[in-house]
């Protein structure tokens, strides 16, 4: 599994390196990328986090944790994991806690996850693609950087007029200017 892990890392680091020096003015994206991409890996190489569950961002070295954790101390553990990356200035960590459930209830979160993207992707005003959506157990997270508190909002009112979302944890975080 390390040895997955670690190829698919490194051709992405390749891969991110390559289109840095391709286009100078993409530093800080590929900067950015790198950091995610190098914690995500960690994530699925400790034994003490799920890196399917915990999501990943990074914006000028913010980094903002994010998804499901089984537990506080497997939150607790993608922290360290997340500050222990060079280039990481500080971790948000909105990891939510929630506990595992069943299959009929993943397959209706997704169903409102699809539907949360959908709304979000017809509304004017909101780069939807800023956005990761999850659904757990009928509370729909956004999480991820936006331009705006105006855009935040904006997400959070339409993600709680879609059918299914029985509580909206709207985590997303305002980039800095």
Do not use: C, W
């Amino acid at each position: 599994m390390k040895i997955l892990v670690l190829a698919a890392f490194s051709a992405l680091v390749l891969l991110v390196a390559g289109s840095a020096h391709a286009q100078p003015s993409s530093t800080d994206m590929a900067d950015d990328a790198v950091i995610a991409a190098t914690i995500k890996a960690g994530l699925l190489d400790n034994r003490n986090t799920s890196g399917t569950r915990i999501n990943v961002g990074s914006y000028q070295g913010v980094v903002q944790l994010s998804g499901f954790a089984r537990s506080e101390g497997e939150k607790a553990a993608a922290t360290k994991v997340a500050e222990s990356v060079s280039g990481v200035k500080s971790v948000v960590n909105s990891v939510a806690v929630a506990p595992a459930t069943s299959l009929s209830t993943k397959l209706d979160d997704s169903l409102v996850t699809g539907k949360v993207k959908a709304a979000l992707m017809d509304a004017a005003d909101v780069k939807s693609l800023q956005i990761n959506v999850e659904t757990h157990d009928g509370i729909t997270q956004l999480a991820g950087f936006v331009a705006s508190e105006a855009m935040k909002h904006k997400a959070g009112r339409i993600t709680a007029g879609v059918e299914g979302v029985r509580r909206v944890d709207n985590v997303l975080v305002v980039k800095p200017r």
